[in-house]
């Protein structure tokens, strides 16, 4: 029966009687069935969940996790880069971890020494200085332009930026605070609803980053990151632009000069041991404003 119904369907009821005629209907009659076949298994496909993996996908994960090592502290500055034990650590191949090797390169967070290796790019006293020089008139300028135009749902994410920063210190995640950190700050700037400020900032970003993310391994305990982010934030829901400018001034200011301090010894000591970690040097005592 099941013969019988294939040839109905292949050569219809009653068929033509010249072979050559009735072996063309065969042969249209197939591929007719042949693409509809195909066409439900394009659909079933099409829904299904299984995609090939996308090698960029994979690339940009493995820059982003070696980007916040180096952002983060992990990798410090003048460490040489081990691709094999980094591939390992990740468990991935040593192709993307070449490939995000060079993507860092080009941002300046690493440098290849011929015949040397791969190095985390070194961060100098002179660096540090001229960074957080910059950085102290990009984020007070942007501060008094806050006062003037920030809006409620700007100041209601500093808020919430800053609440998130108390939870991340009662977890003790200081990963976390690093992240809410750099973010507090950036959101002043974008508060101030000046696009070529927002720009200035945002090409100093990655520098400021890596150095928070120094500067937070100085810290004994997360808390310690808050210091005056409420008091600038409450000067600007107040509106009071000199005070905002002032406080914020005065945190990036005595930021950066520990910061110096710190590396300072930090390299002093790594001449005698490489596996030196960056000093802790106690912050000297807040200045009062007024």
Same mark, same amino acid.
Request: with cysteine.
């Given at each position: 029966?099941?013969?019988?119904?294939?040839h109905?369907?292949?050569?219809?009821?009653?068929?033509?009687?010249d072979?050559?005629?009735?072996?063309a209907?065969?042969v249209t009659?197939?591929?007719?069935?042949?693409?509809?076949?195909?066409?439900t298994?394009?659909?079933?496909?099409?829904?299904?969940?299984?995609?090939?993996?996308?090698?960029?996908?994979?690339?940009?994960?493995?820059?982003?996790?070696?980007?916040?090592?180096?952002?983060?502290?992990?990798l410090?500055?003048?460490? +040489?880069?081990?691709?094999?034990?980094? $591939? #390992?650590? *990740?468990g991935?191949? !040593?192709g993307?971890v070449? @490939?995000?090797?060079?993507?860092?390169?080009e941002?300046?967070l690493?440098?290849?020494?011929?015949?040397?290796?791969?190095?985390v790019?070194?961060?100098?006293?002179?660096?540090?200085?001229?960074?957080?020089?910059?950085?102290?008139?990009?984020?007070?300028?942007?501060?008094? +332009?806050?006062?003037?135009?920030?809006? $409620? #749902?700007? *100041?209601?994410?500093? !808020?919430?930026?800053?609440? @998130?920063?108390?939870?991340?210190a009662?977890a003790?995640d200081?990963?976390?605070?690093?992240?809410l950190?750099?973010?507090?700050?950036?959101?002043?700037?974008?508060?101030?609803?000046h696009?070529?400020l927002?720009?200035?900032?945002?090409?100093?970003?990655?520098?400021?980053?890596?150095?928070?993310?120094?500067?937070?391994?100085?810290?004994r305990?997360?808390?310690?990151?808050?210091?005056?982010?409420?008091?600038?934030?409450?000067?600007?829901?107040?509106?009071?632009?000199?005070?905002a400018?002032?406080?914020?001034?005065?945190?990036?200011?005595?930021?950066?000069e520990?910061?110096?301090?710190?590396?300072?010894?930090?390299?002093?000591?790594?001449?005698?041991?490489?596996?030196?970690?960056?000093?802790?040097v106690?912050?000297?005592?807040?200045?009062?404003?007024?």
């Amino acid at each position: 029966m099941e013969g019988e119904a294939l040839h109905t369907t292949l050569c219809g009821a009653e068929g033509p009687r010249d072979p050559r005629r009735r072996a063309a209907n065969i042969v249209t009659r197939l591929r007719t069935m042949s693409n509809s076949i195909m066409s439900t298994v394009d659909q079933i496909m099409t829904k299904s969940s299984l995609h090939p993996l996308d090698a960029r996908t994979l690339r940009h994960s493995v820059t982003e996790a070696i980007r916040q090592g180096i952002l983060q502290g992990d990798l410090l500055p003048g460490t +040489q880069v081990n691709q094999a034990q980094i $591939a #390992e650590q *990740l468990g991935v191949s !040593r192709g993307p971890v070449r @490939e995000a090797l060079g993507q860092l390169e080009e941002e300046g967070l690493i440098k290849n020494v011929p015949y040397k290796g791969t190095f985390v790019t070194e961060i100098t006293g002179e660096y540090i200085e001229e960074l957080y020089g910059i950085r102290r008139v990009i984020e007070t300028f942007a501060a008094s +332009q806050a006062v003037l135009r920030a809006t $409620a #749902e700007d *100041l209601a994410e500093l !808020r919430a930026v800053l609440d @998130e920063m108390y939870l991340a210190a009662a977890a003790n995640d200081m990963a976390r605070m690093g992240n809410l950190d750099i973010q507090f700050h950036y959101l002043i700037c974008r508060s101030a609803h000046h696009s070529m400020l927002l720009q200035m900032w945002k090409s100093i970003a990655m520098g400021v980053r890596r150095c928070l993310g120094l500067r937070h391994r100085i810290y004994r305990s997360p808390a310690d990151v808050i210091g005056t982010h409420p008091d600038i934030l409450a000067a600007i829901e107040e509106g009071d632009a000199e005070r905002a400018c002032a406080i914020l001034g005065t945190h990036i200011v005595e930021a950066g000069e520990h910061l110096s301090r710190s590396w300072a010894v930090t390299r002093t000591e790594s001449e005698a041991s490489p596996e030196a970690e960056l000093a802790v040097v106690p912050d000297p005592e807040p200045v009062p404003i007024q």
